[in-house]
């Protein structure tokens, strides 16, 4: 997991915990933005992480196998 996914899914956790607290004190109209935030912060995190899994699938195969013999040495 790269840094970018770790920081958007640290936001979105934080922003569901802050949503639950502001929740049981207010209304969930007034604490609807909260909610919104989490969810975008999630979707962001997905997207991110599909993208870099689709980045790393499109590597040619050539280039992968001197990764691969150096990991098998270790």
Do not use: C, N
């Amino acid at each position: 997991m790269k840094l970018r996914e770790i920081i958007l899914l640290a936001l979105a956790a934080g922003f569901l915990v802050i949503w639950i607290a502001e929740y049981q004190r207010t209304t969930f109209g007034d604490s609807y933005w909260l909610l919104m935030l989490f969810l975008g912060f999630l979707l962001a995190f997905q997207y991110v992480r599909t993208k870099r899994i689709e980045q790393e699938k499109a590597i040619s195969p050539t280039a992968k196998q001197p990764v691969e013999r150096r990991k098998k040495k270790k």
